[in-house]
């Protein structure tokens, strides 16, 4: 083999192992997998949790790099996208409850009282934002 492949193989690698131990302790530090799992009730299931995020980084990492082609209809595609969303947005939750994000930024901005405003707000942003994205730059238009 050539030794720039080789190089690029270990920088590769290398960049791999960080990202992934960023990704550890950034969940593990922060305490959000157990928070999801005490919001959600779920705490006897947290070792199907800890394996659900491993094999879905590491198939992530594998098909990003092979580019698969599926070739399944596009209805398919929304419950895959659902349970993706859902995923994300708990995540996301859990780790605003961890670090208590939106009562702080509510006490700051006087926004105290309208809390669920706010929450709306940032739900609704998001739905509108992705439908947006989705539809217009990766589906090519409405």
């Known amino acids: 083999m050539n030794a720039q492949i080789i190089l690029v193989m270990i920088i590769g690698f290398a960049e791999g192992i960080a990202v992934g131990a960023g990704l550890v302790a950034f969940l593990s530090v922060l305490g959000i997998i157990p928070r999801l799992t005490q919001i959600t009730k779920t ?3 947290i070792k199907f949790y800890e394996w659900a995020i ?9 098909l990003s ?6 070739g399944l209809p596009k ?6 996208g659902l349970l993706a969303g859902i995923f994300i947005g708990m995540l996301a939750a859990a780790l605003t ?6 009562p702080i930024l509510t006490k700051r901005i006087g926004f ?6 706010l929450l709306m707000a940032i739900v609704l942003g998001k739905i ?4 947006f994205h989705w ?8």
Do not use: C, Q, Y
């Open 97 to 102: 409850e961890v670090l208590n994000v939106l």
């Open 135 to 142: 539809t217009v730059f990766v589906d090519g238009g409405f």
């Open 112 to 117: 105290i009282d309208k809390i669920l405003l």
């Open 43 to 45: 705490r006897h299931l």
């Open 54 to 62: 491993i094999v879905g980084a590491v198939t992530a990492s594998w």
């Open 75 to 80: 209805i398919l595609m929304v419950p895959v």
């Open 65 to 70: 790099l092979r580019n698969p082609i599926l």
């Open 128 to 131: 509108f934002g992705s439908l």
